[in-house]
């Protein structure tokens, strides 16, 4: 970013004018909208480029591609490349005028190398560097350069339950533990473990890798908090609570499944302390090469109220919609907008920095919000027969949902007896074990202060759940599955 500044953008009402007025096209190019919803108001050429059909087509933003359905897709990084490869996404490059920048969730070589065939910049640091700095292991690493201390903890390789119980001891974590893989997505390989048979259940996962993050186990609250590394300083968005390995919402013990932004849920004195150790975090990024989004959790231990570093995702993450719909980014601008000015060549920014984060401190936990996460939680593959639509909802007396009114603005939904549903999975598809059905939006309290679901949380999710439905597969199903899972077989059966 040396190029001498053609513009500078001195104030809010400038970055607001500078994204409507902009020509540059923006892709977001990711399974659903869900992490950058409501974007496409603050930029003019945003468009959303998306597998999932969320909104029935009623969205102005959304271009979907369908799935042809010939493979099965093995990670996201397979979906986006689908899509960027689309006839449908190729017509729509080919139709602007300027060169556009392409944002994913995860991306890899391979769609490095198809954005620059394709004249399109990617508006995120390059893959290497976030692949780096997304290792928990590292993450940990970087924390203890920058002061940002972790819960204490250990990294080692590990062989057997023998070397870890002793690692443990010599390092005085005592005998409940919380071990991590360097890589992992929400909480899918956070393990707990107190006794032998508690790693026996995941003593693969763990003496696979070649160092996991050993921790003590603490009676903490977990926490998020998003921020953007800039060359104008760190800019640091709402602390939020979070939910985790809540049953009814996720099979994964320590998985992510929600979260809430309201005044009372943090003293001021551990917002300031996640905002100060969130900048420092994010300098320290800078430094390294990083730029732009990233998001920090945050472990507050409640004996002790020390605010522990969790770990960092070096992308978008599960809260970017939380963050930019809040209210305080609606009434001054979402904290995204400064990671696309980071990749704006010839944009100075005169904006003070440190005020910003500072207004953010006193009002952006204005307003109660809060997001529920529902994936589907059965073993057996299904077939859905009967899904709810996007769109804003009441709760009736009986527990059941009532239909407002279909749409895709969140913010339609803002009384404390509405809410808004993001269907993720609609009637037809396979729900399978893990995979995401819909995103609750709410704006009251949902989580008691230990962490589960209190009754309004409960009677919501009850009644989300309710309003899907499933059967088993039947053998022509099974026999498609069967071959999806077979690459050979579905390269033979196109090519006849």
């Not at 001891?169 to 006794?195: H, N, P």
Request: with cysteine.
């Amino acid at each position: 970013m040396n190029e001498t500044p053609l513009r500078t953008l001195n104030s809010l009402a400038d970055i607001k004018r500078y994204f409507a007025e902009s020509d540059v096209p923006y892709y977001f190019i990711s399974a659903t909208n869900f992490n950058l919803m409501g974007m496409h108001e603050w930029v003019r050429g945003w468009q959303n480029i998306n597998l999932i059909d969320c909104f029935d087509g009623q969205h102005p933003q959304v271009l979907i591609v369908e799935n042809d359905h010939s493979r099965l897709f093995e990670s996201i990084e397979e979906i986006n490349l689908y899509l960027l490869n689309s006839a449908r996404a190729q017509a729509l490059f080919a139709g602007q005028q300027e060169a556009g920048r392409a944002i994913f969730l995860f991306f890899d070589e391979q769609l490095e190398a198809a954005c620059q065939a394709l004249h399109i910049d990617i508006a995120l640091p390059r893959n290497s560097l976030v692949r780096e700095v997304d290792s928990k292991i590292v993450t940990t690493e970087i924390g203890n350069r920058a002061g940002v201390r972790s819960v204490p903890n250990v990294l080692a390789k590990v062989s057997s339950y023998a070397e870890l119980e002793k690692l443990a001891w010599q390092a005085g974590l005592g005998e409940r533990l919380v071990v991590q893989t360097a890589y992992g997505d929400s909480g899918k390989t956070t393990f707990f473990i107190a006794c032998e048979a508690d790693y026996l259940k995941v003593a693969k996962k763990v003496e696979a890798e070649r160092m996991v993050k050993i921790m003590r186990w603490v009676n903490c609250t977990g926490t998020a908090i998003e921020a953007c590394a800039t060359r104008w300083g760190t800019v640091v968005g709402p602390l939020m609570t979070e939910l985790i390995g809540i049953d009814s919402l996720t099979p994964y013990p320590g998985g992510w499944c929600g979260n809430e932004l309201y005044a009372a849920a943090f003293s001021a004195d551990i917002r300031i302390q996640a905002q100060r150790k969130t900048e420092a975090l994010g300098n320290a990024l800078y430094e390294r090469g990083y730029r732009g989004y990233f998001e920090v959790d945050y472990l507050i231990d409640r004996d002790t109220n020390e605010v522990w570093l969790g770990e960092l995702n070096a992308r978008i993450t599960g809260i970017s919609a939380m963050t930019n719909l809040s209210d305080f980014s609606v009434d001054q601008i979402p904290l995204f907008l400064f990671h696309l000015l980071e990749y704006t060549p010839g944009i100075d920014l005169g904006l003070d920095v440190g005020a910003f984060n500072q207004a953010m401190l006193a009002e952006g936990a204005t307003g109660t919000a809060a997001q529920v996460v529902l994936k589907y939680t059965d073993q057996p593959l299904k077939i859905i027969t009967e899904a709810p639509v996007s769109g804003v909802y009441t709760l009736q007396p009986d527990g059941t949902l009532s239909l407002k009114h279909a749409g895709h603005e969140r913010r339609e939904a803002l009384a404390k007896n509405e809410a808004y549903i993001l269907r993720i999975k609609t009637t037809g598809e396979y729900a399978y074990h893990g995979g995401d059905l819909a995103t609750l939006f709410l704006n009251q309290v949902i989580r008691a202060p230990q962490g589960h679901l209190n009754a309004d949380g409960e009677r919501w999710v009850s009644a989300l759940k309710d309003s899907f439905r499933f059967r088993p597969l039947n053998q022509e199903e099974r026999s498609l599955v069967e071959l999806a899972r077979n690459p050979a077989s579905i390269k033979s059966g196109r090519e006849q």
